[in-house]
């Protein structure tokens, strides 16, 4: 555990999501992936998104957020994207954003502090891509942490992970 977040944090750049979308290079490292994923680490400050086989890092992605990028996702509306320990419960090939991996936010510790606070702990966590019908034209137009608290990568990224990453995939989001 302690060499993948040494690797994570020697990778993290300096890229905003912005300039994800603009430059023509939506990963930080190319080759294409060729195993299984059976984790996905997501570190929100430095916008990165790295999957794993057996703990060797295969490849990592610049990602963006919601609008609220500081603090864990408490409750829905809030614009934030979750922190801690889920996995992959679904796959959408159809999804509104061109293909998606579904997220098991609210954990029951998500949903018990939404509870105690008597609000709503929210859900449709999504890793996606970008939404159907935005084209590689459109893309310097994405701007930085668009999503209401998914986890957003250029549709080439996506499709290398959904082919990747089956249903009970661990992901854990970092702050």
Not at 7 to 36: F, H, M, R
Request: hydrophobic content about 35%; proline content about 6%; aromatic content about 8%.
């Amino acid at each position: 555990m302690r060499y993948m977040l040494r690797s994570l944090l020697l990778l993290s750049g300096t890229l905003s999501c912005s300039q994800i979308y603009s430059n023509a290079t939506p990963v930080l490292s190319t080759p294409a992936i060729n195993e299984k994923i059976d984790s996905i680490v997501i570190i929100k400050n430095t916008r990165q998104m790295s999957v794993f086989h057996k703990g060797r890092l295969l490849k990592s992605y610049r990602v963006c957020l919601g609008p609220q990028p500081i603090g864990a996702k408490h409750f829905k509306g809030d614009g934030k994207t979750p922190e801690g320990l889920y996995y992959i419960n679904g796959k959408n090939p159809g999804s509104h954003y061109h293909k998606a991996l579904a997220v098991s936010y609210p954990s029951p510790g998500d949903m018990k502090y939404a509870a105690a606070h008597g609000l709503p702990a929210g859900g449709d966590i999504k890793i996606h891509g970008l939404p159907n019908g935005f084209g590689k034209d459109g893309q310097d137009d994405v701007k930085d942490d668009w999503t209401l608290g998914c986890i957003a990568l250029t549709d080439e990224a996506i499709d290398e992970v959904y082919n990747h990453a089956a249903v009970g995939t661990r992901v854990n989001i970092l702050p």
